[in-house]
């Protein structure tokens, strides 16, 4: 196997890293230090994969403060490299790819990921944005918006600090925490809110959607399924406006999906 294509950088200050490759896999890794570190390697021992990895360029600028890292690998169809990552904490990072794959563990800034197949797995982020054909999203907890649109692809996201829109066709979505408003849309793909924590909207054709409602949230509940079962396990009460109290608004549109809304086990803040 050839050595690997290495660069570092001394990065103070805010830093964002941009990857552009065709295939292979991506790796992440933040740490304390002011400096950015990247491997390009082949994915394959094979002479495409392996010239590929040489041929990729690295370029590094800064303006105002901020330091930009470009990874650029050959636009040609067969290679599949092997980028290894090392940034500061916070680092906003930006990944477009045919079918490279995304793997961060630990604290990131802003992230933006294109791909036509490629898996996005992350740890915690500033803000999310992903667009995938086929790929499936991991994240963890996203202290800003979240963004996300796919075809195929399955969503699985710890929490979302600020708003969220979520767009998918045929892949299952599942949301831990949210504290800001949710717009969800899919059409077979099921949906499972596990503790919402401000006005949600989901449309659906004939996927299942689950939402769980944090104690003490006073919701506002209009739900509509054509021929699907709808079930609700909160108490009802009266007027929320009547007695002073802002209600939170849940709104729910299915053809054939079952509805089922409860109380979520976590615990208001």
């Known amino acids: 196997m050839a050595e690997p294509n ?6 103070p200050g805010r830093v964002r890293v941009r990857v552009e490759i065709p295939a292979g896999v991506v790796r992440v890794e933040p740490w304390s230090e002011p400096r950015v570190e990247i491997d390009v390697a082949a994915a394959r021992n094979d002479a495409r994969s392996t ?3 040489a041929d990729s360029e690295v370029t590094a600028s800064e303006r105002g403060g901020r330091h930009e890292i470009v990874v650029r690998a050959p636009k040609r169809r067969g290679p599949e490299l092997a980028v290894t990552i090392r940034c500061p904490d916070g680092t906003d990072l930006d990944h477009a790819t045919h079918s490279a794959d995304l793997e961060a563990h630990g604290r990131l800034g802003a992230v933006s990921a294109r791909s036509a197949s490629g898996d996005v797995a992350l740890g915690a982020t500033e803000a999310l944005i992903v667009q995938t ?3 499936d999203i991991t994240a963890g907890a996203v202290a800003g918006s979240l963004t996300t649109k796919s075809a195929s692809g399955d969503l699985d996201v710890r929490s979302i600090g600020e708003t969220g829109s979520v767009g998918t066709v045929s892949g299952d979505i599942r949301i831990g925490e949210t504290r800001g408003a949710l717009a969800v849309k899919t059409v077979s793909g099921d949906v499972e809110l596990e503790a919402v924590g401000a006005s949600v909207r989901v449309g659906s054709v004939s996927g299942d959607i689950e939402i769980g ?3 003490g949230l006073v919701l506002w ?10 079930t609700s396990e909160l108490d009802v009460g009266d007027d929320p406006a009547a007695a002073g109290e802002e209600a939170v608004e849940l709104r729910v549109r299915t053809v ?4 089922r809304v409860a109380r979520s086990a976590v615990p208001a803040r």
Do not use: K, R
Not at 6 to 11: G, L, M, N, Q, R
Not at 222 to 230: F, L
Not at 256 to 259: E, F, L, M, Y
């Open 6 to 11: 290495s660069h570092s950088f001394e990065t």
């Open 51 to 53: 010239q590929a990895a």
């Open 133 to 135: 054909a086929s790929g």
């Open 213 to 215: 409602a944090i104690p």
């Open 221 to 230: 509940i209009d739900a509509q399924s054509v021929s699907g079962t709808m």
């Open 256 to 259: 054939s999906g079952d509805v």
